[in-house]
């Protein structure tokens, strides 16, 4: 056995947990020259990197090899070139935390970029062909220019169909994405997902090239786009709340979130500038950009910091001793998970609700389960659980029985409909109401992104500031209705008005939204009446993203027809509809932020009453 240990480089620790080498202060086990002659029979042997654990003759082996290869090869080439310097282990979790938060941010900034360019090209596909110089062979002057099966007078209702083609299947999707994602290992569901969004993405464009004019075949590769889309949300968003905690949550995610609006701004400036010559590209390249990113997680994504050995960071669950030693289960061995699960069975958690205050003792044990699974990188994709070395991931039902789950999750409903109704919408819109041409309104799109970038930012400073998470979202959202009308009305009055305006309500539109999508997601995924189940943060996400985004397919699909009703005021109807829409999502929060501004006043109370008995330490009954 000893033999064998060394042969892999590594070095064996006893059943006990006692070893020849050194312990990190975290419970992670360094590599080490020397081996203990008294081990017993039954033995773990580890490299410095935690990994696949392979059973034989009694003997648990830990390889490397479930290590990305960018992060092997980047302490293979410390190893060699560092010397004696090391990092402590507060750098060294500091600099796999960044990665994360850099590897992550890239990502959606890639997927919402391959999305973005439909919205972009659909002002080529069908346009007013009058305005142009008619070539001598062409007879029919109105629509020469158009791209079949969009050269039609109901053209808006064919785009709609392409949006909510991809954005149907996306919503569907993405409860399943949910439930996938807490049972396989995250690198390869995110690198997977996004090769394959980026051959979808690809496919579009090469109509293109191919001379493609089937409805059918536009309608299909946008279905299966929105599909392997859905990968990125539960994905990202799990992997970030694995890194990080609750402390500064809103703040982190604030800034974190702008991946959604860089990436439509991205896709927005690369897709126009193809759009006018070649709409093809507009896709392929975006395409092929996701592809690549794919390739880079699948290299250096690490989805939990107990694969590298890095603290678990706190939820806001108990600080008991027995969750203590549940995290670091990670570098512990398996007589010493069962006795941290034991303890964690027994342990109480005194949080009190985020979002109810009513329902908590109904919801204060959602999980039957007390044991721990935690997926390699070879682990099969939907993986055959062993009941002694598992956690139950928590379930549908059980999912919407967290408070607040189903009031944001309807609330997002309404407010991504408003957000992606401009998402695709916005570049035609100000091509028909502006004299801008495709290329312009294309452009000047992307400040209803640069004002969801600041939106999103202030939102999370907002929430982390007041504790107030519901009554953020109500806020902005009472601002951005009449914002809406005032767009509406004046922006197309001068250059001015239109930038000034459209980033003022991208900051109200998108703020909420960003809001709900990320911090309030993982705070309702960390929840805890869950007990410290880290296994429903990707259930969570994905029923509230995949709530969010039934409305999202929703509100383009309407946005069309509605703006093909009449010419001249079919676009009035679709800003109506957007406003009614947040008044309504508006109503949704009414009781969460009955309950927020409920326990802020009891919190001040408290904090009067514990001022009054230190001012008067000596009176049996102070006064308040």
């Not at 949300?233 to 402390?247: D, E, L």
């Not at 008991?320 to 006795?339: F, I, P, Y």
């Not at 204060?364 to 991931?393: F, N, Q």
């Amino acid at each position: 056995m000893m033999q064998r240990a060394r042969a892999y480089g590594l070095r064996e620790e006893s059943s006990n947990g006692s070893s020849s080498g050194s312990s990190s202060p975290n419970g992670s086990m360094l590599d080490s020259t020397g081996v203990n002659d008294n081990m017993s029979n039954n033995c773990e042997v580890r490299s410095r990197s935690p990994s696949v654990i392979v059973r034989t003759g009694g003997s648990v082996f830990r390889h490397r090899r479930d290590l990305p290869w960018g992060i092997r090869l980047i302490q293979k080439c410390s190893d060699w070139w560092g010397g004696g310097c090391t990092l402590t282990n507060e750098r060294r979790e500091f600099w796999y935390r960044v990665s994360i938060l850099v590897i992550t941010y890239l990502s959606y900034t890639a997927y919402h970029l391959s999305r973005k360019p439909i919205s972009i090209v659909k002002n080529v596909l069908n346009r007013n062909c009058s305005m142009l110089p008619t070539p001598p062979t062409v007879t029919n002057d109105t629509t020469w220019c158009d791209w079949a099966p969009f050269d039609r007078e109901d053209a808006d209702v064919l785009l709609g169909t392409l949006d909510s083609a991809f954005l149907f299947a996306y919503a569907a999707g993405m409860f399943v994405s949910g439930f996938v994602a807490e049972r396989v290992n995250l690198r390869y569901f995110l690198s997977l997902g996004m090769l394959l969004s980026g051959l979808f993405t690809y496919l579009f464009g090469v109509a293109r090239f191919r001379n493609i004019h089937n409805l059918s075949y536009f309608i299909l590769v946008q279905a299966l786009g929105g599909i392997f889309q859905t990968t990125g949300w539960p994905g990202v968003v799990t992997v970030v709340g694995n890194w990080f905690g609750k402390g500064k949550r809103g703040l982190i995610f604030g800034i974190w979130n702008s991946h959604t609006s860089l990436g439509n701004i991205l896709g927005s400036v690369i897709a126009t500038a193809y759009v006018g010559d070649n709409w093809g590209l507009s896709f392929i390249v975006p395409g092929a950009i996701i592809g690549v990113m794919g390739f880079i997680v699948f290299l250096f994504l690490v989805p939990k910091p107990q694969h590298v050995h890095c603290t678990i960071p706190d939820h806001g669950e108990s600080n008991d001793a027995s969750t203590n030693d549940l995290k670091n289960s990670g570098s512990s061995t398996s007589t010493g998970q069962r006795s941290s699960r034991a303890n964690l069975k027994r342990s109480k958690y005194g949080q009190g609700n985020s979002y109810d205050d009513d329902s908590s003792d109904d919801t204060s044990r959602l999980l039957g389960s007390d044991d721990i699974y935690d997926p390699r990188e070879d682990t099969p994709i939907i993986t055959h659980y062993d009941p002694e070395v598992k956690i139950k991931a928590v379930g549908f039902t059980e999912a919407l029985k967290i408070p607040g789950v189903v009031e944001f999750s309807l609330c997002l409903f309404f407010a991504k409909l408003v957000s992606y109704t401009f998402l695709y919408w916005l570049p035609r819109y100000i091509n028909n109401s502006t004299k801008f041409d495709a290329t312009e309104s294309g452009y000047l799109s992307t400040l209803f992104d640069v004002g969801g970038i600041i939106g999103g930012i202030i939102a999370g400073v907002i929430s982390d500031y007041s504790g107030m998470s519901a009554t953020t979202c109500a806020g902005m959202l009472c601002f951005a209705i009449p914002m809406m009308l005032v767009y509406q009305n004046y922006g197309a009055e001068s250059l001015l008005a239109s930038i000034i305006l459209l980033i003022i309500v991208g900051i109200l539109v998108n703020g909420p939204y960003a809001l709900i999508t990320t911090a309030v997601s993982t705070e309702l995924g960390t929840h805890p009446c869950l007990m410290g189940n880290a296994r429903a943060l990707a259930t969570v996400t994905a029923i509230i993203d995949g709530t969010g985004s039934i409305g999202a397919a929703v509100g383009p699909l309407l946005a069309g027809s509605v703006a093909a009703i009449s010419k001249e005021a079919g676009w009035k109807y679709v800003f109506l509809m957007l406003m009614i829409a947040d008044v309504i999502a508006l109503i949704l929060l009414v009781r969460l932020v009955s309950n927020e501004f409920k326990r802020f006043f009891e919190t001040r109370h408290a904090a009067r009453l514990k001022v009054t008995v230190h001012v008067h330490p000596e009176s049996n009954n102070p006064q308040v």
